[in-house]
C-alpha cells in the first residue's frame, strides 16, 4: 500500500467553510467510490482561526489544506487527481513513506467527524548545507524524541517524499502533521505541556528552536493550523 498526500488551494471565491464542504462532501465522496483505502482531509478553516499567530508563510499563496490517500498502487492515481483538479485551483502531489511516532488514541471520533483540536501541517525543505541521509537522522533519528518529549502532541506523523507525483510541485522534501489540543492553540503553556509554569514554557521553546535549527532553514519552513477529518479510516 502506498500514501499520496496532495496540498490542495481553494478557489479566490471559495470561503473557508465552503472549501472545507467541498472537500468532506463531493470531493470524498468521489474519492472513497474510486476504491482509496484510507482518506484524511485536512483543511484551514475557521475552526482553527484562533491559531493564526502560529502559521509560518514563506510560500504564496499559502495551502488551503492536505489530502491523503492510502492506495494499493500511485501508478493508478490518475482519477483521484482528476477529482481534486476538478474541485480546487491548484494541487500538488507527492508519494511518502509514513512514520507515526505518536498514534492518536486519546480523541478517536468516528469517521467524518473533526478531530479535537488542531493538525499542524508543516512542509520541510531539506538545507543544502545537509546531505539527504544527514538531514534524515537530525530529524528522524534525533530531532524526534526531543519534540516529544517538549511538546502536548497527541498525534504525530511524519511523511518523508519519495517524489512528486504533479508537475511543478513545489520541492518539499517532507510534510509533518502535529495534533495539538485545542487550548494550545491559543496557549504557549498548553502547546508546550507546561501548563502553569512560564519559565519552563520558555525553557522548552528554546530547546525546541535550537533543535529545529539544526535541520531546518526558516525561511524556507511553512507552516499551517487546519481542522483534521478523517473520512475513511
Not at 482519477?79 to 474541485?87: D, H, K, Q, R
Request: charged share 25%.
Amino acid at each position: 500500500m502506498e500514501k499520496m498526500i496532495y496540498l490542495v488551494w481553494k478557489h479566490e471565491a471559495d470561503s473557508p467553510a465552503g472549501f472545507r464542504q467541498k472537500l468532506l462532501g463531493e470531493v470524498s465522496e468521489k474519492l472513497m467510490g474510486l476504491g482509496v483505502h484510507r482518506l484524511r482531509i485536512s483543511v484551514v478553516d475557521d475552526d482553527v482561526a484562533p491559531a493564526d499567530p502560529l502559521r509560518i508563510v514563506n510560500s504564496r499563496p499559502p495551502i488551503s489544506g492536505l489530502v491523503s490517500m492510502w492506495v494499493d498502487t500511485a501508478i493508478d492515481r490518475k482519477p483521484l487527481e482528476e477529482t481534486l483538479e476538478n474541485a480546487v485551483a491548484r494541487v500538488a502531489g507527492y508519494l511518502v513513506t509514513e512514520s507515526e511516532p505518536i498514534v492518536n488514541t486519546r480523541h478517536l471520533v468516528p469517521d467524518g467527524q473533526r478531530t479535537p483540536g488542531m493538525c499542524q501541517v508543516a512542509l520541510l525543505q531539506r538545507p543544502p548545507r545537509l546531505a539527504r541521509e544527514q538531514w534524515l537522522e537530525i530529524w528522524l533519528g534525533s530531532h524526534t524524541q526531543v519534540a516529544v518529549g517538549l511538546q502536548s502532541t497527541f498525534g504525530y506523523r511524519q511523511n518523508v517524499v519519495v517524489r512528486t507525483l504533479t508537475y511543478a510541485a513545489p520541492p518539499y522534501d517532507a510534510i509533518v502533521e502535529e495534533n495539538f489540543p485545542e487550548a494550545a492553540m491559543t496557549d504557549p503553556n498548553v502547546f508546550f505541556d507546561s501548563v502553569g509554569d512560564e519559565a519552563r514554557t520558555r525553557e522548552r521553546q528554546k530547546q525546541m528552536y535550537q533543535s529545529c535549527a539544526r535541520f531546518i532553514d526558516f525561511d524556507k519552513i511553512d507552516v499551517m493550523p487546519t481542522s483534521e477529518y478523517n473520512m475513511k479510516s
